[in-house]
């Protein structure tokens, strides 16, 4: 079944005041990420002065934010000196098999959401965007680590039966890809990305092993041609980037870019007809306002809209029981 709307309830001024002031935590646990205070510290234990010069700030300055982080639960103090928890020195410090890199993109969407206000004036994102390959790199490495947890699962809930070659269009660090084709030996994969995304790209395929079975397609999914020969067309994670009608244009070339039986696989925050709901995709439709020009999230209806006109029959939604659904549409046979 589609995720309800599952919103808490707030019965007062206080949990108002909760909310609003949430952020709070959210920017020191960043600064303390940022400054690479976690990883300074390591095994500890350092004073704020030693931890200050290593990481080239006040001490003043570090000494507050250490303490808060230990307010937080993140460092422990014993005698005046800092020490890691059991949870920092695994998910925070550099080196850690565990390390939560991803928090890098977390700063670039803090800097981002800053510009809320502007963005709902505006209806678009109001910051000017300039390629930076060190927020690029943090975006990349982000999703990869969200999707590996869930992309085999995913991907089982389709049936490849008749797939040989699939097209991971906007693939990333082809995350989903490597799920495809270790689902089902001899399948090839092809992940179309920005040229600067597919050097990225490259280097996670070599990393597991997979240059045999999944090759890389440089382009731009809203101007390029995907060329033709593809049993199945992946979108993950690529609509809600868009507006509506550039959709209607995103599934049109990917039709023609499949083999008669083929199938376009959309996965994307599905939401209801009133867009209250589920909560994350609420949420992030003004993600997409504050970071693009005309992205969005999108009902199942105006999916089945894309799909119909795109000349897809059979247009299915797949419960995954996951955080978000599959839309499916067929090419005629």
Request: with cysteine; glycine share 8%; charged share 25%.
């Amino acid at each position: 079944m589609p995720e309800r709307n599952t919103a808490p309830m707030i019965d007062g001024p206080d949990q108002i005041i909760e909310m609003v002031s949430a952020f709070q935590k959210s920017r020191i646990i960043l600064t303390a990420f940022e400054l690479d205070v976690f990883t300074v510290i390591g095994s500890g234990p350092m004073t704020s002065a030693e931890v200050a010069e290593a990481v080239r700030a006040d001490p003043r300055g570090t000494d507050r934010l250490l303490n808060a982080l230990c307010a937080l639960g993140f460092l422990n103090k014993e005698k005046g000196r800092f020490v890691n928890t059991a949870l920092s020195l695994r998910y925070l410090v550099k080196g850690s098999e565990d390390y939560l890199s991803r928090i890098g993109h977390s700063l670039n969407l803090y800097r981002s959401w800053g510009s809320l206000t502007d963005a709902v004036r505006a209806g678009k994102t109001v910051l000017a965007r300039e390629y930076d390959p060190v927020s690029l790199g943090h975006f990349i490495e982000a999703m990869h680590h969200r999707a590996k947890k869930t992309a085999e699962r995913l991907v089982s809930h389709l049936d490849l039966s008749g797939v040989r070659r699939v097209l991971d269009v906007g693939g990333g660090s082809g995350v989903y890809s490597m799920a495809f084709v270790r689902a089902k030996p001899g399948l090839q994969a092809v992940v179309l990305d920005l040229p600067r995304v597919t050097e990225l790209t490259r280097k996670y395929i070599d990393e597991a092993g997979l240059s045999d079975c999944i090759t890389t397609m440089d382009g731009d999914y809203n101007t390029g041609d995907f060329g033709t020969g593809f049993d199945l067309v992946f979108m993950s994670a690529i609509v809600h980037i868009n507006s509506y009608d550039e959709n209607v244009a995103l599934m049109a070339r990917a039709f023609r870019s499949l083999n008669p039986g083929g199938m376009i696989v959309i996965q994307d925050h599905i939401m209801e007809n009133d867009r209250t709901a589920p909560v994350r995709g609420a949420l992030f439709a003004l993600n997409m306002l504050v970071n693009t020009q005309s992205g969005d999230t999108f009902t199942e209806e105006e999916m089945r809209e894309w799909l119909e006109k795109a000349g897809c029959v059979d247009i299915r939604r797949i419960p995954t029981g996951m955080e978000n659904d599959l839309m499916t549409g067929i090419r005629p046979a």
